[in-house]
C-alpha cells in the first residue's frame, strides 16, 4: 500500500508516493509558501519521490532547489528554481520552468523533456550522466506568434584518436 505524503523537514519539504491511475488520469499536487511552514522560499528545496502518474505543481515564486527522483510519467511545473532541477532514476518526466532556472542534472532517468523560456535558455547549464534516450528540450515562446524552439541533447558519443589526442563529439542518426 502507497502511502502518499507532504511533509516537510526542516528546510526540505519532501513529496512522496503520489499516484495517479495508469489510464492517463493523473493525480495533481500543489505546493503553495503554506505548505513550506514559514521557510523563505530561497532557502528551501523539494524533493519530489516515488511519484507515478502526477503532476506537482509548485505555486512558490522563487525555490532553491528541486530534486525529482525514482518517478515515472510526472509533470512538475514552477516558476523559478535558484540553482535548478535534479533528476534521478526517473522515466517520462516533463520539468517546465516558467521563470529561471540556471541547472538541469539528469542522472540515470530516461525520457527527459524540458521546457524553459527562451529568455532563460543563454543561462541554462543541463548536464545528462547515465541517460539511454535523448533529452528534449523545448525553449518556450515570448510572445504567442512566436515559433518554439526544440532540440534534443544526445545521450550517445563516440571518441575517436585524432591527429594524437582523443575528439569526442555526439553521435548522429540519420
Known amino acids: 500500500e502507497r502511502t502518499m505524503s507532504k511533509t516537510l523537514k526542516g528546510n526540505r519539504l519532501e513529496i512522496t508516493k503520489f499516484e495517479g491511475k495508469s489510464n492517463g488520469e493523473r493525480v495533481q499536487v500543489e505546493i503553495t509558501d503554506k ?56 522515466q517520462s518526466v516533463d520539468i517546465q520552468g516558467k521563470g529561471k532556472f540556471y541547472n538541469a542534472d539528469l542522472d540515470k532517468s530516461e525520457s527527459i523533456k524540458i521546457y524553459a523560456t527562451k ?45 594524437g589526442k582523443w575528439v569526442t563529439s555526439p553521435v548522429e542518426h540519420e
Open 35 to 90: 505548505d513550506l511552514g514559514g521557510t523563505d522560499g530561497l532557502k528551501a528545496t523539494i524533493l519530489i519521490a516515488d511519484c507515478k502518474f502526477a503532476v506537482i505543481v509548485v505555486n512558490v515564486p522563487k525555490i532553491k532547489q528541486i530534486n525529482i527522483a525514482n518517478c515515472k510519467r510526472c509533470g512538475v511545473v514552477f516558476e523559478t528554481a535558484v540553482v535548478g532541477v535534479d533528476v534521478t532514476n526517473s
Open 119 to 163: 529568455a532563460n535558455a543563454s543561462n541554462m547549464t543541463i548536464l545528462s550522466n547515465g541517460c539511454y534516450q535523448p533529452t528534449t528540450v523545448i525553449l518556450l515562446p515570448a510572445k504567442e506568434d512566436e515559433d518554439v524552439n526544440e532540440g534534443v541533447i544526445p545521450c550517445q558519443f563516440k571518441s575517436l584518436f585524432v591527429d
